[in-house]
């Protein structure tokens, strides 16, 4: 009897290490205990119970409870004519060994895209089939009133995880100046996971329209909706209200406040599904979360007419657009004969952030020029045109609702901003450095003409 306590100790001590190499695969690797496969074989393991020694100890378990309650161990003889030793009321028999799980390697994306969160252009990669945000430049721009106190504890409650981006992507976000060069990681979050944190830290608070105690606005027109996203909602929609894309035109059920379809998507007075696994949510997709209610009259003509008001105030980029038009204009193979280009200034700036370059100086020197010197060489004309910024303009609206970026005066000898994105946020920044580089431009002697705005006038530098 006291051999068969050793050996049951011994045997327990193992799976104790088993166990605990599970728990520490499962914490630090993604590859799970697959990861851990190497270090399972140094520990010299005995060759794992067949099928049928399993079977035997089924057989075995259920003969001793009827008849052998109290007895020592048992012997069982295998296979291979090995003998098992088995205690039924000791311990339960062991499970056949499982085939390790089989795991995909990660999918690590390394080209970058932009993505408007909260009115502000976040950088992003797509990884897994959905955007991975930057979540410093999330931090610095949406929630930069809040505490890193306050955001881990909405992070905490909602259970929301962040990754670490490689160092590819690093590379990356310091070279687009989105990230300091000193920076040694940069963490991800899933658009998702943005969108639930920053609806919980900005928008937790009731609508300024909410009354509880006033029914919710109807009219003619209106008709109920609901959505099942975060905790579900239900809501009054106002079609005589959705004059702009973000115009507040859904009343709520329960707090009566009027949000747009953006917000009421996110909106909910229910527990929001911490424990929930959530992928692919997008708030600006609000037309495939909105539902008509269920038991209303003519529900098939309400779902016919919420259909075509989804079809109104489409809001796109300037890239989308060009993708359509290009669909509907043939291009030709080769290159037209030409012997003048017009060139959007301001789509160049844009595209041509400073790499190297610290002070303005050195970013029209080795960043802009020279790409300019490359299309005056190629063509006897050619022209530039900065935009200009009136404050009453569509423009100048949808500016104001992306956000403004950091005020930096443009000078000789001023520093270059980090972030680039955020700098060319700011129509006075904008403003400055068109000016400034027109100057630049028009100083630089070419064979050719070269014709530059700059502000409402122009400048011909031959």
Same mark, same amino acid.
């Given at each position: 009897?006291?051999?068969? $306590?050793?050996?049951?100790?011994?045997?327990?001590?193992?799976?104790?290490?088993?166990? =605990?190499?599970?728990?520490?695969?499962?914490?630090?690797?993604?590859?799970?205990?697959?990861?851990?496969?190497?270090?399972?074989?140094?520990?010299?393991?005995?060759?794992?119970?067949?099928?049928?020694?399993?079977?035997?100890?089924?057989?075995?378990?259920?003969?001793?409870?009827?008849?052998?309650?109290?007895?020592?161990?048992? %012997?069982? =003889?295998?296979?291979?004519? /090995?003998?098992?030793?088995? @205690?039924?009321?000791?311990?339960?028999?062991?499970?056949? *060994?499982?085939?390790?799980?089989?795991?995909?390697?990660? @999918?690590?994306?390394?080209?970058?895209? #932009?993505?408007?969160?909260?009115?502000?252009?976040? &950088?992003?990669?797509?990884?897994?089939?959905?955007?991975?945000?930057?979540?410093?430049? $999330?931090?610095?721009?949406?929630?930069?009133?809040?505490?890193?106190?306050?955001?881990?504890?909405?992070?905490?409650?909602?259970? !929301?995880?962040?990754?670490?981006?490689?160092?590819?992507?690093?590379?990356?976000? /310091?070279?687009?100046?989105?990230?300091?060069?000193?920076?040694?990681?940069?963490?991800?979050? +899933?658009? +998702?996971?943005?969108?639930?944190?920053?609806?919980?830290?900005?928008?937790?608070?009731?609508?300024?329209?909410?009354?509880?105690?006033?029914?919710?606005? &109807?009219?003619?027109?209106?008709?109920? %909706?609901?959505?099942?996203?975060?905790?579900?909602?239900?809501? +009054?929609?106002?079609?005589?209200?959705?004059?702009?894309?973000?115009?507040?035109? !859904?009343?709520?059920? #329960?707090?009566?406040?009027? %949000?747009?379809?953006?917000?009421?998507?996110?909106?909910?007075?229910?527990?929001?599904?911490?424990?929930?696994?959530?992928?692919?949510?997008?708030?600006?997709?609000?037309?495939?979360?909105?539902?008509?209610? =269920?038991?209303?009259?003519?529900?098939?003509?309400?779902?016919?007419?919420?259909?075509?008001?989804?079809?109104?105030?489409?809001?796109?980029?300037?890239?989308?657009?060009?993708?359509?038009?290009?669909?509907? *204009?043939?291009?030709?193979?080769?290159?037209?004969?030409?012997?003048?280009?017009?060139?959007?200034?301001?789509?160049?700036?844009?595209?041509?952030?400073?790499?190297?370059? /610290?002070?303005?100086?050195?970013?029209?020197?080795?960043?802009?020029?020279?790409?300019?010197? +490359?299309?005056?060489?190629?063509?006897?004309?050619?022209?530039?045109?900065?935009? %200009?910024?009136?404050?009453?303009?569509?423009?100048?609206? &949808?500016?104001?609702?992306?956000?403004?970026?950091?005020?930096?005066?443009?000078?000789?000898?001023? /520093?270059?901003?980090?972030?680039?994105?955020?700098?060319?946020?700011?129509?006075?920044?904008?403003?400055?450095?068109?000016?400034?580089?027109?100057?630049? *431009?028009?100083? *630089?002697?070419?064979?050719?003409?070269?014709? !530059?705005?700059?502000?409402?006038?122009?400048?011909?530098?031959?």
């Amino acid at each position: 009897m006291m051999e068969h $306590i050793q050996h049951q100790q011994g045997f327990n001590s193992h799976l104790k290490k088993v166990l =605990k190499s599970y728990q520490v695969a499962s914490m630090n690797s993604l590859s799970g205990p697959a990861s851990y496969t190497s270090y399972w074989n140094d520990l010299k393991l005995s060759p794992p119970i067949t099928a049928a020694a399993f079977d035997g100890c089924v057989s075995a378990a259920r003969n001793a409870e009827k008849t052998m309650k109290g007895s020592g161990p048992m %012997v069982i =003889k295998s296979e291979n004519g /090995k003998y098992l030793e088995y @205690d039924p009321l000791f311990s339960p028999p062991p499970f056949p *060994v499982q085939q390790l799980p089989v795991f995909s390697p990660a @999918d690590q994306s390394r080209e970058r895209s #932009e993505t408007v969160l909260e009115n502000e252009c976040i &950088t992003c990669f797509m990884v897994g089939g959905e955007k991975r945000l930057c979540l410093p430049q $999330i931090l610095n721009t949406v929630l930069r009133d809040f505490s890193l106190q306050q955001i881990n504890a909405v992070c905490d409650e909602l259970q !929301i995880f962040c990754s670490r981006c490689n160092p590819e992507q690093l590379e990356i976000l /310091k070279v687009c100046g989105i990230l300091p060069f000193s920076a040694p990681s940069c963490g991800l979050i +899933t658009k +998702t996971d943005a969108e639930r944190l920053c609806n919980a830290l900005l928008h937790a608070r009731t609508p300024a329209s909410a009354s509880s105690d006033a029914p919710p606005p &109807t009219t003619k027109h209106s008709f109920r %909706v609901y959505h099942e996203c975060f905790g579900k909602c239900k809501g +009054t929609f106002i079609p005589e209200l959705y004059t702009e894309p973000h115009a507040a035109c !859904i009343a709520c059920c #329960e707090c009566h406040g009027l %949000v747009s379809p953006q917000r009421f998507v996110v909106h909910s007075h229910r527990p929001r599904e911490n424990r929930t696994c959530h992928w692919g949510f997008d708030s600006n997709s609000w037309r495939s979360y909105v539902l008509v209610a =269920k038991n209303q009259e003519n529900e098939a003509q309400l779902r016919e007419k919420l259909d075509d008001i989804k079809k109104w105030l489409h809001e796109c980029q300037k890239s989308q657009l060009a993708s359509i038009l290009e669909a509907k *204009v043939a291009v030709p193979e080769t290159e037209p004969v030409a012997d003048a280009i017009v060139i959007d200034g301001s789509a160049l700036v844009n595209a041509l952030p400073p790499r190297a370059s /610290k002070t303005s100086a050195e970013y029209a020197t080795l960043d802009f020029i020279p790409k300019v010197a +490359t299309y005056a060489v190629k063509y006897k004309r050619m022209g530039i045109f900065f935009d %200009v910024y009136q404050p009453s303009s569509l423009n100048a609206e &949808t500016r104001i609702k992306r956000g403004k970026g950091a005020r930096r005066r443009v000078t000789e000898n001023g /520093k270059m901003p980090r972030n680039w994105q955020s700098f060319l946020r700011d129509d006075t920044n904008k403003t400055e450095l068109f000016e400034y580089l027109a100057m630049k *431009v028009a100083d *630089v002697r070419t064979e050719n003409t070269v014709i !530059i705005t700059k502000g409402a006038n122009a400048i011909i530098a031959i």
